[in-house]
């Protein structure tokens, strides 16, 4: 059941199955156009799958990634690599690099699951040690060594290729006598990524790799917003003022606590005042607030000169959204495409969002895209709807759509999808 709360509608749906809707209402004197690729020249041929790009973090919106494979695997996955929490800061920590957590985890949603080895590799790279230290230390060590129950079902091919990164992982852990490496909760996954990117000095290498060994479609990409072998640390400007650092600080603050949180249950002190921008920070020198300006990964732009449809996904929208649109040249490419731009409203609030109206998550895109509290030489003047035509709204959402609001922002397509409540990040999922 859709329902549009402005316009006549246009939609695109999934096979019956699904949990996700992208929708257009489309009108004929409105600048945008299908989610469909080119027009193919032969009808009786099958229709192309329309080609993606999505802009999201590494939790929320996996909840509709595998569902979204029956409807299209031409999607580029755009991830921000600043997460500083859970295991990926215990790496970030001893081997420095930029954060994979979230690229690792939208990787295991693309992989394959059609073979029994397929499932055992994708059981092995999502597999989680212990919390006790200890243990945690003693089951890694097995991992290492071939002889853990997880390689059951993984071919000696497969064995032999991940269990060398593994190894080479613990290599470059033994190698750096400056502190010892806390293997609490770490992430197999994380662990291969690490071991692959500093063998590959490459993270798109690494990402590659791990591509190949999960047996993610080729024409799904995951790419990062920013191709780096360096440490990114993102930090927040509040409107009174206040500087935060570190993503973990600004949306999910641990109190330097190691025991991994638990979204769905998880609350904190709110913010002492609102969210006006996020921005990059170096991680040396002595200055530890200088703001950094790093480029986009040449990849993200290209995808977003050419695929029929721009989706920002629902997601803590200042630490996973926002950092990948405030980089330069992202907010020139998307204002000058006449596709479907379409924002996934979340169903609920956060720490970084409290209060908000959809207008004012349009607003918050807008300013980033726009990078209206960035360097002056460097901002833009585009109005909304230059960035986002298309809203859809999961029901029962607890965030207000001021309809008024965004007629005034230029937005008029304001789709409600029904929605179904996805207890492991405590938040909306918006189904067919």
Partial sequence: MVETLLGPTFRYTFPTSNRILLSSSMSPNRNHRRCNSNPNPNPNLPQPQPAL???????????????????TTRVAHVLPVSDDGGSTAEIVRVLGGPAVG??????????????????????????????????????????????HVLWEGVSKPYRETIRAFLVYFQNQILCRSEGAFCFSNGSIGNFFFAGARIFFQSLD?????????????????????????????????????TIIRGQ??????????????????FSAPALPSKIKRVFYMSSEGQNLLHEVFPSPNAAVLEQLYNVDCIVYGMGSLFTSICPSLVLLGIGEIISSRSCLKVLMLNGTHDRE????????????????????????????????????????VPRNSTVSVDVECLAAQGIFDVIVVDSVLDPKVNCLIETR
Wanted: hydrophobic share 40%; proline share 4%.
């Fill in 53 to 71: 790009l999505v802009f999201s973090g590494g939790t929320a919106f996996n909840g509709v990634v595998e569902d979204l494979k029956n409807f």
């Fill in 102 to 147: 979230d690229i690792r985890s939208r990787c295991l949603r693309l992989s394959d699951q059609s073979t029994a080895e397929a499932l055992a590799v994708r059981n092995l790279l999502g597999h989680r040690l212990s919390l006790d230290a200890l243990q945690a230390k003693s089951e890694w060590y097995s991992i290492v060594e071939g002889d």
């Fill in 205 to 241: 290498a690494a990402i590659f790799l791990f591509s190949r060994v999960s047996d993610i479609p080729p024409e799904s990409l995951v790419l990062p917003v920013i191709s780096t072998n360096d440490r990114l640390t993102l930090g927040c400007e509040l409107l009174d003022g």
């Fill in 248 to 265: 973990n600080e600004i949306s999910h603050p641990s109190g330097g606590t190691t025991v991994p949180i638990k979204k769905e249950s």
């Fill in 353 to 392: 969002t409290n209060g908000f109206s959809a207008s004012c998550f349009v607003t918050a895109i807008t300013d980033a895209l726009n990078r209206t509290y960035g360097e002056s030489c460097n901002r833009l003047q585009n109005i909304p709807s230059q960035y986002i035509n298309t809203l859809l």
